[in-house]
């Protein structure tokens, strides 16, 4: 009957751990787009920069708004031409605590690592599905919101890590 009773009040524990790293409406990607499509399978898409093994696009005819955020730009990252994430930016003052607030209300109040600085987190990395980080500069006027596949973004980590190994066992 111990050993029940123990078994439960464990899984109970990690059942209440592992929903814990969850936060408010998670999401699985972004606009219609879920993390993992292959571009090919994606319309409207336009090459807009290449950084490494990953693959920048906007979107043609994307709306440049989010809530009462006029935004700048939303550009989507591909590695392996699977969509990994994605980076919101806005610029002026207004537009950028509206994105701020935009997040609040969707995600929660976020993480706040610092006072002194506008950068919150959403998510948990080793255990969620997105993770989303917001980051706001006063003195540019200028925020970007990023949100990336949790799962993809371990999966690029991994092969860095693989690549770079590999590479310094050549130099030697």
Known sequence: MK???????????????INSFAFQNEPDGFRGIKWGTKI???????KYA???????????????????????????FFWQDKFCSVSIKAKEDSNCIALK?????????????SEYFESYTWGNISTGKTFMLFKY??????????????KIWLM???????????GAESDS
């Open 50 to 76: 290449v950084q490494g093994d990953v693959v920048i696009y906007a979107r043609h005819n994307d709306k440049l708004q989010i809530g009462n955020a006029e935004l700048k730009g939303i550009y989507y």
């Open 101 to 113: 607030e935009e997040a609040v209300a969707r995600f929660g109040n976020g993480k706040q690592y």
């Open 137 to 150: 500069n006063r003195l540019s006027s200028e925020a970007r919101f990023i949100m990336y596949s949790v």
């Open 156 to 166: 690029q980590d991994k092969d860095n890590k693989k690549k770079a190994k590999e």
């Open 40 to 46: 090919e399978t994606l319309r409207n898409m336009i």
């Open 3 to 17: 050993r029940i009773i123990s078994f439960l009040l464990i899984l109970a524990i990690g059942t209440f751990s």
